[in-house]
């Protein structure tokens, strides 16, 4: 597999907060902050709503890359109120969140249903951004490496070889998320990205560093530049810190040169998106 440079992933999930010209004004915002900032270096990405999918579409085409939060697995039926591959594809989208805890605790989602996605996703060329994370009682109990190992290996269950170059990674601690989250520590975030990235190594030798890990979960301006410095984070999965374009923006010029000075000086990780 050829990788492409390795780059810098920054987004945001705006959850179902903004409405359609709320998303169109803060992507006009973030598109025109970011203009001269290096999309060899960064990938900008944000995943809206999906009322706003389309008009996000139009108005940053090219200059952001924007996903749905969510989709079904089958390319079309009797499956009222979903959303497929097929739909997200003509929307031209080319990522999908599959697997964020907010799903997974309220809406039933469960590492086998994440995997149909995944794998639905990856036949239709969409690049699923998988989230996983412990919960705080699985924290305590000292569960969180067994658990993160098994929400992966099931999420990748069937993965062929050839496409593990498509996929990102989101480690978000569910704990960390949300106004009553607490932030992971830097260095305990790294460690699980090193549990993450051993295990893709496992799984697929010699391609573990094609996948892009990137850490969610209360991240802010502060603790944003210590995150990042951390080895095997590779980018950030940003809430509510990256709502408004200009705290946002704030946070990517503050990261990218500590990226960057961390890649020149550690191994490289060649990623394929
Ligand atoms: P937060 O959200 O940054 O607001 O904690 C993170 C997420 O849910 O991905």
Redesign the pocket.
Known sequence: MKAEKQMLYLGS?LKMYKTISETVSFLTRLAALTRDVDREQLCLFIIPSYTALDAAVKAVHGQIRLGAQNMFWADSGPWTGEISPIMLKDLNLDIVELG?SERRRHFGETDRSVNKKVLAALEHNLTPLICVGETLQEKNHGIQVEKLRQQLKIALYGVPETRIGRIWLAY?PVW???EA?IPADPAYAGSMHKVLRDALAELYPGRANLVPILY????NLDNAAHLIQEPEIDGL?????AWQADSFYEIISRVLPLWLEKVKGGPTHEKTH
């Open positions: 999930n964020h978000e960390a998320i949300g989250g969610g979960g209360s991240v999965f940003i809430g509510r810190a």
